[in-house]
């Protein structure tokens, strides 16, 4: 073989040796490790000596570094010697150790030519050769009694350090015997040290690691690895094919480049298919990259898929349970059992990859008994559930949703996994971890649809109230109507005025039925929107009690609210403001007109309010302090403005009378600023 060529095999081993010892020492925790590190860059810097200097392997750095390998080999298999033997081991090491050490000392000296010149054999051969191979028969021997001398419950420990380095200095003595009994060196031979050296690294790596007292988790990512899996899986499949290529090229058969063809097409193919299919990529994690950590799950990730899952936009509420449970156990379908409130069993609430059938468990179906109140995951046999598996197929396991509060809410049946997965205790807990999760999130979900559900009756409740209040108001008029008809029926004008104020109040009635439908915008999805000192005008005409109704003189604005929601507050207010007047005293009303807001202000010199009243009871529903009051009239007013994005504010001292402050929305800019803006934008 070539220069050239060695240095390209050596550059590799070194590269290889380089990135398995960094593996090992992020990994690793303690001395333990630290050896098996240390080894693995021994054999990087020794390798990448040889890469430079491929003719002169045994001399100069490459030869020192070549004697420090095996030195660190040899302090390897003491380390764990002393590690698995104890004191019982310490005297068969120190014999070992001290061989060790002056066969190490003396291969070193053979460096310097003097030395060597001195030590020279005719009849032995090369002190050079010679010392570096009675290092290497301490190393096998080392190796031999290190495996042999252990026992069942600790050769776990050390086979594969044995394995890899008794391995590496075999090959040195069948390399360095060659040497002394031919006085040259095999090229072939040194060549393959370098790749012999390259494929026992990952051995070490993987002994210093997969000891749980020695390990921790490698510092790169599972989705590195597997990626590194894929292609060291993905590029020896195509060697292979390209060795069977090779070979068929040289048949010179008719049917040897039709057959290479198709060996290539059949690849891309197979490649194609083994990068889209789920079980392929199941099998590969499962058999190659969980191998490389401590623990079978990345906790952190797998938190973070069931965050992303369980908020996931777009998906059904049952579906992101199941998958939430599903994703992690490698299902590639699942179904939905809940418990309906007041409903015994468990009913069908949601598939995925699976059929839709309307199913469930009864509340005394044995497999809700073996959950024990949804602490244990029970996995299924072929005589479980048998109502199911008649339309769903094969169920591999059942995962309760545990709630801390209603127990066992329901239960997601698993199909089984694409790539075996062993149920051991790390696997139970995820999953129930995960079950927990999913049940209060289904829990909140439901408490959030109930909140929802018993708002509509509120909102529809209130607006009951408010109508109920309205009704009373145009029952007031009508019964005011009908005592004065029984001594002013025959007057012609109080006959216009009796029709005007049947139909206002059938008006009024047919708009509170229309508001009980709609109340807040039009049919079109839009508010029309008022003029405040237009409507008041109006209004004001309506009222038997006398009105003085001020401007600041600017243009008038229209405000964001719908005229039966305006009409209806302000004229509670109206009225609550005469009946606190006395019959000459007129009521107040001034319009602000500002850029974004429009307040409109309601003074009566009345009894006035205490501020205890105010803070506690005014705006509450059914407080009041008029005899035959509802207590809605306020309430309703503040609501029918907040809803429009105004406010209503009292300002009121006994004896002194009262000042309601209505703060609206200017209709094109309805998303106006805070009560500070606006009141600097008012006088």
């Not at 929601?565 to 005293?585: C, G, I, R």
């Amino acid at each position: 073989m070539t220069a050239a060529a060695s240095s390209v095999l050596y550059a590799g081993c070194a590269a290889a040796c380089l990135a398995w010892g960094l593996l090992v020492l992020g990994s690793g925790r303690g001395r333990h490790a630290l050896l098996p590190a240390i080894t693995c860059l021994g054999a990087a810097a020794w390798a990448a000596a040889v890469a430079l200097a491929p003719a002169t392997p045994f001399a100069g750095l490459a030869g020192a570094l070549e004697i420090l390998r095996a030195a660190l080999w040899f302090a390897m298999l003491l380390s764990a010697g002393r590690f698995i033997g104890g004191l019982r081991a310490r005297p068969l090491l120190r014999r070992f150790a001290l061989a060790g050490a002056v066969t190490a000392l003396l291969a070193w000296a053979t460096l310097v030519p003097e030395v060597a010149e001195a030590l020279t054999w005719p009849a032995l051969g090369s002190p050079v050769v010679l010392t570096r191979l009675a290092l290497v028969l301490l190393v096998v021997l080392l190796a031999e009694n290190l495996y042999r001398n252990a026992d069942d419950s600790t050769r776990w420990h050390v086979v594969l350090p044995c394995i890899a380095l008794g391995g590496l200095a075999a090959f040195d003595v069948l390399l360095y015997a060659q040497a002394a009994l031919s006085r040259s060196l095999s090229p072939t031979l040194a060549d393959g040290r370098a790749v012999l050296t390259a494929l026992a690294a990952p051995l070490l790596a993987l002994g210093a690691m997969r000891d749980r007292r020695w390990r921790r988790n490698p510092p790169v990512s599972r989705d590195v690895v597997f990626h590194g899996a894929t292609l060291l899986v993905a590029g020896s499949f195509l060697l292979a094919v390209g060795a069977v290529g090779e070979a068929l090229r040289h048949l010179d058969a008719d049917w040897a480049q039709a057959m290479e063809l198709g060996i290539w097409a059949a690849t891309a193919m197979a490649l194609a298919v083994g990068s889209t299919a789920r079980s392929v990529r199941s099998r590969l994690r499962r058999y190659v990259v969980d191998h490389f950590f401590p623990a079978r799950y990345d906790y952190r990730q797998e938190w973070l898929r069931c965050v992303n899952t369980l908020s996931a936009p777009g998906m059904a509420a049952p579906l992101r349970a199941i998958r939430a449970i599903a994703d992690p156990a490698d299902s590639p379908a699942g179904m939905l059992l809940l418990r309906e409130p007041g409903e015994p069993g468990l009913n069908w609430a949601g598939s995925w990859n699976l059929p839709a059938e309307t199913c469930g468990l009864a509340e005394d179906h044995p497999l809700i008994a073996q959950m024990r109140e949804g602490n244990w995951i029970v996995p299924l046999t072929p005589e479980d559930v048998p109502e199911l598996r008649a339309f769903c197929g094969p169920l591999w396991l059942a995962v309760p949703l545990a709630h801390h509060r209603e127990g066992l809410m329901g239960v997601v049946l698993l199909a089984p996994p694409r790539a075996a997965l062993p149920l051991d205790g790390e696997v139970f807990d995820l999953l129930r971890s995960l079950g927990r999760e999913v049940a209060m999130f289904l829990a909140e979900r439901r408490n959030a649809e109930r909140l929802s559900e018993q708002q509509h009756l509120q909102d529809h409740a209130q607006r009951f109230a408010f109508m109920a209040h309205d009704v009373k108001n145009v029952a007031s008029q009508l019964t005011l109507l009908l005592a004065n008809a029984d001594e002013n029926i025959q007057d012609p004008e109080f006959q216009r005025d009796m029709l005007l104020t049947v139909r206002a109040s059938a008006a009024r009635i047919n708009t509170l039925i229309a508001r009980l439908r709609q109340p807040e915008v039009s049919a079109s999805g839009t508010v029309e929107g008022v003029e405040p000192l237009t409507r008041l005008r109006v209004l004001a005409a309506q009222q038997a009690h006398p009105l003085q109704i001020e401007d600041d003189g600017r243009q008038p604005q229209r405000v964001a609210i719908p005229p039966e929601s305006f009409d209806a507050a302000v004229t509670h207010l109206l009225n609550n403001a005469a009946e606190a007047s006395a019959p000459t005293e007129p009521v107040r009303v001034r319009v602000w007109n500002g850029e974004r807001r429009v307040a409109v202000e309601i003074i009566d010199r009345g009894s006035g309010m205490t501020p205890e009243f105010i803070r506690d009871g005014l705006f509450r529903p059914l407080a009041t302090m008029k005899p035959g009051g509802s207590g809605i009239g306020a309430w309703q007013a503040r609501e029918l403005l907040r809803r429009a994005g105004g406010d209503l504010s009292v300002s009121s001292c006994p004896g002194l009378g009262t000042t309601m402050r209505l703060t609206l929305p200017v209709l094109d800019n309805s998303a106006a600023t805070g009560k500070t803006e606006m009141e600097a934008a008012l006088p």
